[in-house]
Structure formats: C-alpha cells, structure tokens
C-alpha cells in the first residue's frame, strides 16, 4: 500500500522576542529561529492548484509570529505553543515539528544556537 505525503515547511524564521529564563535574557530579548513541518495525507492542490486544498504557509507564519511574541521562560513551552496552536489550525496533519532556536546563547561557548525540538504525530 502506497501514501502519498505532503510536507510544507517553515525553515528558519528569523524573530526578536524576550524569552529566557535570565532577567538579562527578558529583558534584553534575541534573535531566534523557528522551522515548523507539517506533514499532510495526499497532495490535492498538486493536481487543483488551488491554496484551498493545501496548508497555505502564510498562516503558518503568521501563527509562529504571534505565539513568539509571548514571553516564556522556556523554549519547550513556546515550541509546545507554537505545536499546540499549529494543530487545532490544522487538525488533519499526520506530523507537526517545531524547532526553537536561540542565536548566541548565553553559555559561555561558541555555537550559532541552541534549542529545542518538539513532535506530534498522530497514531
């Protein structure tokens, strides 16, 4: 038996938020990056061309957008929101991967990031 899948996709959308659990980080904000995936049964608007049979990616986008502008301490729970939210929009996906990554860390190493990554996938 053969499945046809689509994945549309959301790499590395670049925003300015306050999150962290420092008071520096709070206050001072920083660039992160957030990828989201969202794995779909069949592929209709490849035969329709019509955004109606597909995940348009501006909502995506524009979901990432706002959920990033609430503040939290930790990233899994703005990758759990982002997660949460992406599926009550689009209840039939089969996956959803959110990626959370925050551009120079405060660590005291070198590293472009550091982040976390969460999954959903339907049983």
Known sequence: MSQTLTKI??????????HGALPQEQAVGA?????AE????????AISDNLSDTVNY????????????IRSDLLEHVAGR??????????????????????????????EGAGVEVSYLRM
Request: proline share 6%; with cysteine; hydrophobic share 40%.
């Open 31 to 35: 660039y992160f990056y957030v990828s």
């Open 82 to 111: 982002i997660q949460k939210r992406l599926l009550s929009e689009h209840p039939t996906a089969l996956q959803i991967t959110v990626r959370v990554m925050k551009e120079n860390p405060p660590l005291g190493i070198q590293c």
């Open 9 to 18: 996709i959301i790499d590395r959308q670049k925003v300015f938020a306050h």
């Open 58 to 69: 501006a909502s995506v986008s524009q979901a990432i957008t706002e959920e990033m502008a």
């Open 38 to 45: 969202l794995v779909m049964e069949g592929n209709p608007s």
